[in-house]
């Protein structure tokens, strides 16, 4: 029901652009949020929309590089990604939440279901 796309390798200071399309139902439901995860780390949140009101959260390592927007009409989530740094680095999951405080309470474990996954690799 979520379908990330939009990975890659880029070089430090570069900009990608993750997609999650998500099927109609979820998209009008629930908030939908990325959460990441490196090598030997834990889960991190990244970022979360709210369908209802459009309202975002974002952790602290990415604000001001990272924007989470939302396309009506697509049912698609975007992760607009700028001035990338090798920390990264991570496997990126689109994921669909009750809320949007359940995500900032359990980004990494709180979602309903998540996509596949897709690689960011930023080199340095």
């Known amino acids: 029901q979520l379908v990330e796309s939009g990975g890659g390798l880029v070089q430090a200071g570069g900009s990608l652009r993750l997609s999650c399309a998500a099927s109609?139902?979820?998209?009008?439901?629930?908030?939908i949020g990325w959460f990441r995860q490196a090598p030997g780390k834990e889960r991190e949140g990244v970022a979360c929309?709210?369908?209802?009101?459009?309202?975002?959260h974002y952790t602290d390592s990415v604000k001001g590089r990272f924007t989470i927007s939302s396309d009506n009409a697509k049912s698609t989530v975007y992760l607009q990604m700028n001035d990338l740094k090798p920390e990264d680095t991570a496997v990126y999951y689109c994921?669909?939440?009750?809320?949007?405080?359940?995500?900032?309470?359990?980004?990494?474990?709180?979602?309903?279901?998540r996509g596949q996954g897709t690689q960011v690799t930023v080199s340095s």
């Open positions: 994921a669909a939440y009750r809320s949007l405080a359940n995500w900032y309470s359990f980004p990494g474990d709180g979602h309903i279901y």
């Open positions: 929309i709210s369908s209802t009101d459009g309202l975002t």
């Open positions: 109609r139902s979820t998209f009008e439901h629930y908030a």
